[in-house]
């Protein structure tokens, strides 16, 4: 009998969640012929994912050395949107579902810290249309998360870091509850990057850092004798978290543009093909056993 290489035909086809993309409320082009053909390969293809996501989860669980804290750049919403025909806003809505799915994942591995980055200052500048509809998803999904039972119960406290002042007021509020409602859980640690930038947040740190000291009657002559790298990490959005060990892109794009440039000096990058709203079980645990098999030295 020939083995069947699970790897290879995982690896060459795609997960095509048609029935989740047609609920959402933006109007779609694909043609009936295309959805029956993609949906045959779906159902053919399932039980192929489901031994191999077995067999992938089985191996890295073996393994002791799992990451405490993962970061993860949801990249390609929009890609994967135009792919199938849709509006962006659909491809948004997917990819706010799949965080939720990934969130699940880290549960189950028992991650202690993840980082989800999902607005960046520079997606301000798309169209207002674009960032209207994202400041009512970041609401909607809050609240959701509000709602959410197993979180609940599972200890998971969020976090916001980033800066979100100038969204509306509603988004703010959602946010801001989210935070309040989980901030004394001790489980899963998830810090949602909102308004972030890596070069903002180092001047933001150096902003604090200096009105820390200058309220402390240091002078800057002190200041530039005694200042180290800690007093800086002090100030930046994620005080008092672990630095990330492991990061995740998907969409192909292989730079980090500025996803926590300060505390990846030392993280392990990953680079994964898939669009996020196609990022299957299986990638995520592929990434995972790179990351197992690698020599980490810190620099040395």
Aim: aromatic residues 10%; charged residues 25%.
């Amino acid at each position: 009998m020939v083995p069947i290489n699970l790897e290879y035909l995982t690896a060459t086809t795609r997960e095509t969640p048609y029935d989740k993309l047609t609920s959402v409320k933006v109007k779609t082009h694909h043609t009936s012929r295309s959805k029956l053909v993609l949906d045959f390969i779906d159902y053919l293809s399932r039980p192929i994912y489901w031994l191999y996501e077995r067999q992938l989860l089985r191996t890295v669980k073996k393994q002791i050395v799992l990451p405490s804290h993962i970061g993860i750049i949801m990249d390609g919403n929009r890609r994967f949107a135009r792919n199938f025909g849709l509006d962006a806003r659909a491809g948004h809505n997917y990819g706010a579902d799949k965080a939720r799915e990934v969130l699940n994942w880290c549960l189950e591995l028992g991650i202690r810290h993840v980082t989800l980055w999902g607005f960046s200052t520079d997606n301000r500048n798309r169209t207002q249309k674009e960032v209207d509809h994202l400041h009512l998803l970041f609401a909607e999904q809050a609240r959701l998360m509000l709602e959410d039972q197993e979180l609940h119960q599972k200890g998971v406290r969020i976090r916001i870091i980033g800066n979100i002042n100038n969204f509306p007021e509603a988004s703010k509020v959602a946010l801001r509850e989210m935070e309040r409602a989980t901030q004394n859980y001790r489980g899963l640690n998830l810090n949602v990057a909102l308004g972030y930038g890596g070069r903002e947040e180092i001047v933001s740190a150096m902003k604090k850092l200096l009105e820390q000291k200058n309220e402390e009657g240091i002078s800057l002559e002190q200041l530039t004798q005694s200042l180290d790298a800690h007093d800086i990490g002090h100030h930046l959005y994620t005080a008092g978290i672990p630095d990330p060990d492991f990061v995740i892109r998907t969409s192909g794009e292989i730079r980090l543009s500025g996803f926590l440039l300060w505390q990846t000096a030392y993280s392990e990058f990953y680079f994964c093909d898939a669009f996020w709203p196609n990022f299957r079980k299986i990638d995520f645990l592929r990434a995972l056993r790179h990351f197992q098999a690698r020599e980490r030295r810190f620099g040395q």
